[in-house]
T-cell receptor
Framework: QKEVEQNSGPLSVPEGAIASLNCTYS??????FFWYRQYSGKSPELIMS????GDKEDGRFTAQLNKASQYVSLLIRDSQPSDSATYLC??????????FGAGTRLAVHP | DAGVIQSPRHEVTEMGQEVTLRCKPI?????LFWYRQTMMRGLELLIY????????DSGMPEDRFSAKMPNASFSTLKIQPSEPRDSAVYFC????????????FGSGTRLTVV
């Protein structure tokens, strides 16, 4: 079984700061990675996907992938209170199925 | 597109009763997944289907759980008999199965077994 590890947090950052969320995985052959955001009481929502080493930017979000070190991170620039949520990292666990980490709870305070 | 539709949103039942959760995937999505989420164990994959055929049910906790997908637009997850430890949020998700799309989750069913 593939392992996906995340720090459960909470990660507390002030409004306007950069939030850095990290995820490590055990399977060296994983090719694609996903970040989901889950607000309290809601369902997970896909916010980023990344397949190649390096950075991928989408608005205030940047996903970073380092396959050699087996980690993927999510940076949130200019953090807003509305970014307060749990962020789940997911990696493929087989034929089109995703294995999710336990999630990191982010709290952005004004 | 209405997204993935799950029903009911909340279910409270007594131990020993049968519970049926329902899911309608996004039209055109060939993959359907059932996940369970608890504070202790996070999101766990229970079973998934491809073109209505169960592909991997290794996450189904025991024989009390069963899932069906009689057609491309409907799936059920049944627990019989239910136990208090089954209390969790059950999510259905669907995917077109193409790289880069990830999953789209339904709103979930919060199950409480008393």
């Amino acid at each position: 079984q593939k392992e996906v590890e995340q720090n459960s947090g909470p990660l507390s950052v002030p409004e306007g700061a950069i939030a850095s969320l990290n995820c490590t995985y055990s399977d060296r052959v994983s090719q694609s990675f996903f970040w989901y955001r889950q607000y309290s009481g809601k369902s997970p929502e896909l916010i980023m996907s990344i397949y190649s080493n390096g950075d991928k930017e989408d608005g205030r979000f940047t996903a970073q992938l380092n396959k050699a070190s087996q980690y993927v991170s999510l940076l949130i620039r200019d953090s807003q209170p509305s970014d307060s949520a749990t962020y789940l990292c997911a990696v493929p666990g087989g034929y089109n199925k995703l294995i999710f980490g336990a999630g990191t709870r982010l709290a952005v305070h004004p | 597109d209405a997204g993935v539709i799950q029903s009911p949103r909340h279910e409270v039942t007594e131990m020993g009763q049968e519970v049926t959760l329902r899911c309608k995937p996004i039209s055109g999505h060939d993959y359907l997944f059932w996940y369970r989420q608890t504070m202790m164990r996070g999101l766990e994959l229970l079973i998934y289907f491809n073109n209505n055929v169960p592909i991997d049910d290794s996450g189904m906790p025991e024989d009390r759980f069963s899932a069906k997908m009689p057609n491309a637009s409907f799936s059920t997850l049944k627990i019989q008999p239910s136990e208090p430890r089954d209390s969790a949020v059950y999510f259905c998700a669907s995917s077109p199965g193409l790289r880069g799309y990830g999953y789209t989750f339904g709103s979930g069913t919060r199950l409480t077994v008393v």
